[in-house]
């Protein structure tokens, strides 16, 4: 069983950045695929984000060139690091992890981001 708690999110002004942090538990997080994704208000749920146990990443075009995923195996810690934040990026940011090999996804509970004019 894997517990992901995100922290970070806030309320900034358009232009502004922020920076979202996912600890998960356990002992082997860097055999764990992770992302992040987000859910707009009133809209479906987005992958934002995905960094591989190699380090590999992708972005949607979205946020690309604005968004930066990282992480720190040795703090069970995945980051996404938001420039450049306008109001569209409003939305409830979550955390997801996929042991490799395996098709479950864990969950965080979302962290708000709330972006304003």
């Known amino acids: 069983q894997v517990q992901l708690v995100e922290s970070g999110g806030g309320s900034v002004q358009a232009g502004g950045s922020l920076r979202l942090s996912c600890a998960a538990s356990?002992?082997?997080?860097?055999?764990?695929?992770m992302a992040w994704y987000r859910q707009p208000p009133g809209k479906e749920r987005e992958l934002v984000a995905t960094i591989s146990s190699t380090d590999t990443t992708y972005y949607a075009d979205s946020v690309k060139g604005r968004f930066t995923i990282s992480r720190d195996n040795a703090k069970n810690t995945v980051y996404l690091q938001m420039n450049s934040l306008t109001p569209e990026d409003t939305a409830v940011y979550y955390c997801r992890s996929r042991r490799i090999g395996t098709t479950y996804n864990y969950w965080g509970q979302g962290t708000q981001v709330t972006v304003s004019s």
């Open positions: 356990g002992r082997t997080f860097s055999s764990y695929n």
